[in-house]
């Protein structure tokens, strides 16, 4: 690993501050670290946030589940409020990784990173989420842009995130069996008005699939997807699953998820 | 006293290892040492056309950078091939020289082409990002099926190939089969697969100047052989002037018994420079370079009447030996494989035939269980195929075939001293309520699921001696053991032992068995390894030989103590040597009440006299003190054997395969102690069901490895595995004292046939290769959906 500046920033103000074109901001670093030990990615300035009181911490209201960037996988998917709230989100966490990712590993650390396979972005899409960051507030569905990209700007810096709480909703992984992440993972959430289903791990980003989102939210059951056969055309393909076997398994992820509902 | 042999003794090693006191190579820190990093090939095929350190040379920190070049200056000697194999028309295999820095070509990705020393690890990496090495990239080979039609990768080895070997007999076989009513055939592939030690390879090199010595930390499996072929092919020093201490090691599986590259280079180094190396290797680096194993591809056919007897065997495997031939890479696919290829029947005629293949991959060698793995893949596999094909249950197809009596004079080359494999069998079924079977798979089928139950009975070879057996095969030095029990005065021993312990509990069961011996309590005995400077000069532990080989050495060397101690006894008791009877740590002289303590008999033989009197407790021809040398040389392998059974759940949607049930029950002879024992079993099924269902060691065509990290290559994991259901039936070897047989490979050697035979029958007798991925099952899934939606 090449040498670094280390920097513990106090508040979000300084921390945006010291940010350059040749630093990264550093929560969990479950991400940064190992690519830094592996020679993929060199910074200058490493500014650390979780000492940021304001980033971490779980506030639940009528409505929502706002989670603070620097709180760990660990404290969401231990959280009762969660669990009571929306415990497709804290059963969310729960698969991520192993525990000591679990244990640094950060919420905003995984939606910033935007890993094509991550679980979090599905969480952002299905339930609606809004990303607070220093400078604004950011709808899920524009955020995450592309693989490992979002719509966050240099020295912008994610505070919280705020989920809708759905009446019903359930992930499912099929994960890698090597990495464990997530080869197809498919949130379903049945708000009010319509359902959402947010892909993770099948294309180059998250997604919300529209044909299985209307097809649900006009008969919420596992039977108006059942044999649904999807385009595979955008999906990944590397040698852990095809495009097509992860577009059938989108489908048996989602049938999955609408049942335990 | 009671007999510890078969007692559950807690670990004695466990104290240090669980409190983070174990002392490894990495934990090894001289004074004044370097750092050492490799500069390695980043492809799998090239010509170094230019080499320039000079960048390199004035980063900071840098001590010495080292090149191909000098190490042939230096005339250091490369690695070698330690089995000599003869093809079938009688020419000597075919092997390219591997210096331990590439000097002119690279033959696979992670070849070291330089060395570069510096007083950080960080300096040495930073500069070794500056060496420049221009190559001329050439077109690699990387399949094993097609490597015999790639471009020639070692100049005068024809067809890459290093040998085409046979064994048995072609000419009985064709008989055989023009007798058959049916011919079971089988295309299958043994999958390459990455060892992952969980200690990364590592050294230390020392030098010290004023005795001329180079002291060598690693991470060996055997230190005494590492000497000898460091010294006597590498030139590194002569063996008097070499030290090589493998201290706690953590795993090896066979991949730390050859002397590595990295071990020759800072060996070397350390001299040149008079200081102090120390090379760890990140865990890429062992994905790269430590030895693979497997990669096999086998055509094999049985030969069988209607009613299900055997009556032939061909085997026709292409092997894959990686970019060189190293240590046990040319036995594992050949003695190692052939004569268990036929399994645990009686078969009246069979040959193996292998073609051995170079490619541009990382040297393949042996992996846990070396051969016999990929032997009962190839017959379990046709077994369980015939089965289906003759629709006889594959539990009693195997009993028709099974030897009905012992010694069994296997078809091509052991004969196998004691077992009773119908017993074995029945057990097995008992144990997995083989009957209830059907039942699970209608439960199964309710819930939309596909199960499959598969079986494998197996045999294997171990203990790899006796020596005049191994060395009339090809092999380079002979297989015995040694062991040196040493009593000190004060009547505790010290129990020197040419096995190495790298997770094997050495410590406890080699106590276990002194202690029986000597009757001396086991906390006052010491077992010592892994050091060529102590004990006497040793073979090291593969093969399952350590207990089978190196126990009985204790045993003997023992023996030879209480021998010492009745002629001492008698002699201080005035008695005849042969009525002294030995028990329990007592001599005493029969009909009498007259006895000495083995500890009053040591204490004698240290302080041989009496004051006042001009007396001896020594009798004539025996010197002072107490200390017995063994080499053992057994007169056969040994042969455990098991019956182990699978049961697997398919989800046919997602194409995952749950094992279910796992079964395995072992003939492990005499057992020393059944804790270790059962974890020696646990550790080998997981690596077992990991080839199965997991494991896979991918290359890329330009010879790439894929699967170089744990994101992508699959280690399993304990929750991918059932609560095994453990079992033994037992019966003793007739060839050594003990009866012990060796259980260190038998999970690894019969678990991938057991799993892929269920998943087969699960899948309706698909064939699937392995490893047996969601995705590969899924396809066979929709296969399997719409034959019958044909059939119906």
């Known amino acids: 690993m090449k040498d670094f500046n280390y920097h513990s920033a106090k508040d979000s103000k300084e921390a945006s501050k010291l940010a350059s074109s040749s630093s990264a901001f550093l929560a969990g670093g479950m991400t940064t670290i190992p690519s830094m030990k592996l020679g993929l990615a060199t910074y200058k300035d490493l500014i650390d946030i979780k000492n940021i009181k304001k980033l971490s911490g779980i506030k639940v209201s009528g409505k929502s589940v706002t989670i603070g960037a620097a709180t760990k996988h660990v404290e969401v998917s231990n959280s009762k409020d969660v669990k009571k709230a929306i415990p497709s989100l804290s059963s969310l966490a729960e698969g991520i990784g192993d525990p000591q990712v679990r244990n640094r590993g950060t919420i905003g650390g995984s939606i910033a990173n935007n890993d094509p396979s991550a679980d979090y972005p599905s969480a952002c899409i299905a339930l609606n989420a809004t990303i607070h960051t220093n400078e604004r507030k950011i709808e899920a569905a524009k955020f995450f842009k592309g693989m490992f990209e979002t719509a966050l700007k240099k020295g912008e810096l994610i505070e919280a995130i705020e989920f809708q709480i759905p009446e019903k909703s359930s992930y499912q992984k099929h994960p890698n069996p090597a990495s464990r992440y997530a080869i197809v993972g498919v949130y379903v959430a049945k708000h009010k008005g319509d359902v959402n289903v947010a892909v993770t791990g099948a294309k180059s980003c998250v997604y919300n699939d529209k044909e299985m989102s209307k097809a649900l939210t006009g008969n919420f059951s596992s039977s108006s997807i059942d044999g649904m056969d999807l385009d595979s055309s955008e999906m990944n393909s590397d040698m852990h699953a095809s495009a097509d076997f992860r577009a059938s398994l989108v489908v048996t992820q989602a049938k999955k998820a609408v049942d335990a509902c | ?792």
């Open chain 2, 1 to 792: 006293m009671a007999s510890l042999v078969g007692s559950r003794v807690e670990r004695k090693e466990d104290k240090r290892f669980l409190t983070g006191k174990g002392r490894y190579t990495a934990d090894i820190n001289l004074a004044n040492q370097t750092y050492a990093i490799f500069v390695r090939s980043p492809h799998a095929r090239a010509y170094i056309k230019k080499l320039n350190i000079d960048k390199a040379l004035k980063s900071s920190g840098v001590v010495s950078i080292l090149t191909g070049k000098e190490i042939a200056d230096d005339k250091i000697g490369g690695l070698i091939a330690g089995w000599a194999i003869r093809s079938e028309d009688g020419t000597e295999m075919k092997c390219p020289g591997n210096p331990p820095l590439a000097k002119d070509n690279v033959n696979f990705v992670g070849d070291p082409v330089a060395v570069v020393i510096a007083e950080s690890l960080a300096e040495a990496k930073e500069a070794a990002e500056k060496v420049e090495v221009d190559y001329k990239v050439l077109k690699a080979v990387t399949s094993t099926a097609d490597a015999m039609n790639g471009d020639t990768i070692h100049e005068g080895i024809d067809k890459n190939l290093c040998f085409d070997w046979l064994l048995g007999d072609r000419q009985k076989v064709k008989e055989a089969f023009d007798k058959a009513d049916k011919v079971i055939s089988i295309d299958i592939i043994n999958n390459r697969l990455i060892p992952n030690a969980m200690e990364p390879r590592a050294c230390v090199a020392d030098y010290n100047a004023a005795s001329e010595e180079i002291t060598l930390y690693t991470t060996s499996q055997n230190p005494h052989l590492s000497r000898l072929i460091m010294s006597a092919f590498g030139n590194v020093a002569p063996e008097h002037k070499l030290r090589v201490v493998a201290p706690d090691v953590g795993g090896g599986f066979g991949s730390k018994i050859n002397v590595y590259n990295e071990d020759i280079v800072c060996s070397w180094a350390a001299k040149k420079i008079n200081r102090a190396i120390k090379w760890v290797a990140e865990r890429s680096e062992s994905f790269l370079t430590d030895i693979h194993g497997r990669d096999h591809v086998t055509h094999a056919e049985l030969a069988v009447t209607k009613d299900g007897k055997f009556l032939g065997f061909k085997n026709e495997t292409i092997a894959n030996l990686g970019a060189y031939a190293r240590v046990f890479g040319t036995v594992t696919p050949t003695y190692l494989f052939g004569p268990c290829a036929t399994g645990v029947y009686e078969i009246p005629a069979a040959y193996t035939n292998v073609k051995a293949v170079y490619t541009n991959t990382a040297p393949v060698d042996a992996y846990r269980g070396a051969g016999r793995p990929e032997a009962t893949y190839t017959i379990e596999r046709l077994v369980e195929k015939a089965s289906m094909e003759l629709g006889i249950d594959k539990t009693e197809l195997r009993i028709k075939n099974f030897p009905t009596a012992f010694p069994f004079k296997q078809t091509l080359v052991h004969t196998v001293d004691s077992g009773d494999y119908v017993a074995g069998m029945e057990k097995a079924k008992q144990m997995a309520d083989y009957k209830g079977f059907e039942a699970r798979r209608k439960e199964s089928e309710a819930k939309g699921k596909l199960r499959g139950i598969g079986v494998t009975s197996y045999f294997e070879a171990c203990g790899i001696a006796p020596s005049a057996a191994v060395m009339s095969l090809g092999c380079g030095v002979g297989l015995w053991e040694s062991a040196e029990v040493r009593f000190n005065p004060t009547g505790q021993v010290t129990v020197y032992t040419g096995s190495h312990s790298h997770g094997q509990s050495h410590q406890t069961t080699f106590a276990q068995i002194a202690a029986d011996e000597l009757g001396v309590p086991i906390e006052n005995i010491d077992i010592v390894h892994g050091d060529t400077d102590k004990g006497t000069f040793g073979m090291g532990t593969y093969g399952s030989r350590s207990l089978a080989v190196g126990g009985i050495a204790i045993v003997n060397a023992c023996k030879k103590i209480v021998e010492k101690g009745k002629r001492v006894t008698a002699k201080m008791l005035e008695a005849n040597p042969e009525d002294v009877e030995f028990k329990d740590g007592e001599f005493i002289v029969s009909k009498s009440n007259k006895k000495k303590t083995i500890g009053e008999v040591a204490f004698a033989c240290y302080l041989p006299g009496v004051r006042d009197e001009m007396k001896s407790p020594l009798p004539e021809g025996d010197e002072p003190g107490l200390k017995e040398t063994s080499f053992y040389d057994p007169s056969n392998f040994s042969f455990p054997a098991g019956t182990h059974i699978a049961e697997v759940e398919i989800d046919p949607e997602t194409g995952h395969v749950k094992l279910e049930k796992y079964t395995a029950c072992d003939d492990f002879g005499r057992i020393i102690n059944p804790m270790v024992v059962e974890g020696q079993v646990h550790g080998g099924l997981a690596q077992g069901i990991g080839q199965a269902l997991y494991e896979n060691a991918e290359y890329d065509e330009t010879g790439q490895l894929m699967t170089g990290s744990y994101m992508d290559y699959t280690m399993p994991r304990a929750d991918n595995f059932p609560e095994f259901n453990i079992g033994y039936t037992c019966t003793h070897a007739t060839t050594n004292p003990l009866g012990v047989k060796g259980c260190g490979e038998a999970g690894a050697i019969a678990a991938p046939p057991t799993v892929m035979n269920a998943v087969i029958d699960a899948l309706g007798g698909q064939e699937v290769t392995m490893p047996a991925t969601a995705e590969k099952v899924w396809k066979a899934c929709k296969n399997l959906k719409k034959s019958n939606a044909k059939a119906a």
